[in-house]
C-alpha cells in the first residue's frame, strides 16, 4: 500500500496566506522528500529531510519531521500565485542505500489565489 | 546540463499494440525509475534501474511489462499488447547515487492514451 498519506487533498488559500500540508507515513525512513507538480508537468525536487532531522529551511520552505508520530509537514510562507500545484511527499525506507525507490503520497493541490 | 528527457511526450496506441517509452537520464547518472501516474493520484512506483541491471521490480506488473537499462543508450520501459487500463502518465527519474544525495531528478513524462 501506499507509504505516504497526505492532508489536506486540497487546499485554497490567498495570495500572503501561509499553507500548510501534512503527510503521514507506515514504516521507518531514511529520509522524506518533498516535490512539486505543476499541471501537466514532471515533479520537481524541493526539500529533503533525513530521518535524524527534525526541522529544515530552504527559502519560503519550512519542513518538519516527527519519527515517533510518522509524519512531516511542509510549510510554506507568504505563498504567492505561483505556487499553484501539487505537493507530494516521498518517503525512502529505511534499511535500504540511499538512492533506493521513493513512495509518493496522494499529493495535496494548493491553489493561491492572487 | 540537460535534464531527464523522455520521448515521446505522447503516443496512442491501439488495444494490442506495443507501447515503448524512452528515458535518459541526466548526465552522468546511472539510476533510473519509473512511475506511474493516474489523473489526479499520485505516483506509483514501477521499477528502478542500474546500468544493465534491475534492481527493484516489485511495483511492475508481471505481464506485458518490461523495463532494460542497457549499458549504451536511454532506458526503455515497454508495455505489450497495452489495454485502456494502461492509458496514463508514465515518469521517469534518475538519481547520481551517491551516498547523501537522495533527491530524484524527474523528465517531463510520457503520456500514453490507449483507444
Not at chain 2, 537499462?69 to 496514463?88: H, M, N, T, W, Y
Not at chain 2, 534518475?94 to 510520457?110: I, K, M, N, P, Y
Request: one cysteine or more; glycine letters at 10%; proline letters at 3%.
Amino acid at each position: 500500500s501506499q507509504q505516504g498519506e497526505e492532508d489536506p487533498q486540497a487546499l485554497s488559500i490567498q495570495e500572503g496566506e501561509n499553507a500548510t500540508m501534512n503527510c503521514s507515513y507506515k514504516t521507518s525512513i531514511n529520509n522524506l522528500q518533498w516535490y512539486r507538480q505543476n499541471s501537466g508537468r514532471g515533479l520537481v525536487h524541493l526539500i529533503l529531510i533525513r530521518s535524524n532531522e527534525r526541522e529544515k529551511h530552504s527559502g519560503r520552505l519550512r519542513v518538519t519531521l516527527d519519527t515517533s508520530k510518522k509524519s512531516s509537514s511542509l510549510l510554506i510562507t507568504a505563498s504567492r500565485a505561483a505556487d499553484t500545484a501539487s505537493y507530494f511527499c516521498a518517503t525512502r525506507g529505511a534499511g535500504g542505500t540511499s538512492y533506493g525507490k521513493l513512495i509518493f503520497g496522494q499529493g495535496t493541490i494548493l491553489t493561491v489565489h492572487p | 546540463n540537460a535534464g531527464v528527457m523522455q520521448n515521446p511526450r505522447h503516443l496512442v496506441r491501439r488495444r494490442g499494440q506495443e507501447a515503448r517509452l524512452r528515458c535518459s537520464p541526466v548526465k552522468g547518472h546511472s539510476h533510473v525509475y519509473w512511475y506511474r501516474q493516474l489523473p489526479e493520484e499520485g505516483l506509483k512506483f514501477m521499477v528502478y534501474l542500474q546500468k544493465e541491471n534491475i534492481i527493484d521490480e516489485s511495483g511492475m506488473p508481471k505481464e506485458r511489462f518490461s523495463a532494460e537499462f542497457p549499458k549504451e543508450g536511454p532506458s526503455i520501459l515497454r508495455i505489450q499488447q497495452v489495454v485502456r487500463g494502461d492509458s496514463a502518465a508514465y515518469f521517469c527519474a534518475s538519481s547520481s547515487g551517491q551516498v547523501g544525495t537522495g533527491e530524484l531528478f524527474f523528465g517531463e513524462g510520457s503520456r500514453l492514451t490507449v483507444l
